[in-house]
Nanobody, 122 residues
Framework: VQLQASGGGLVQAGGSLRLSCAAS????????IAWFRQVPGKEREFVAA????????VYANSVKGRFTISRDNAWNTVYLQMNSLKPEDTAVYYC????????????????WGQGTQVTVSS
């Protein structure tokens, strides 16, 4: 499985961005795809996740009501719509795939894409 994250950029506080995670290879083996984020010197932080089968979602409290994770029907791309962005959302965002379940623990994820930088200016 290969994951390709894109869509990051520079945005002012209160603005919006949409990240995309394109999956290829044996995507049928994926149970869930998640977004994590990381700032220098800190651990990778869970943001949101979605299951392949019925689209169940999980969100970190810090992004509930502002971010929305979704997927296309072919399960080729997972999106993270980020609204009402805050400077504290600044980070490198990664997408990851888990073969077994949906979890907030980065160590449980089997495949990772490269990161995409999101910078929110105040």
């Amino acid at each position: 499985v290969q994951l390709q994250a894109s869509g990051g950029g520079l945005v002012q506080a209160g603005g919006s961005l949409r990240l995309s995670c394109a999956a290829s290879g044996r995507t049928s083996s994926i149970y869930a795809i998640a977004w994590f984020r990381q700032v220098p010197g800190k651990e990778r932080e869970f943001v949101a996740a979605i299951t392949r089968s019925i689209g169940s979602t999980v969100y970190a409290n810090s992004v509930k009501g502002r971010f929305t994770i979704s997927r296309d029907n072919a399960w080729n791309t997972v999106y993270l719509q980020m609204n009402s962005l805050k400077p504290e959302d600044t980070a490198v965002y990664y997408c990851a795939a888990d073969r077994i379940g949906i979890t907030t623990n980065s160590k449980d994820y089997d495949y990772w894409g490269q990161g995409t930088q999101v910078t929110v200016s105040s």
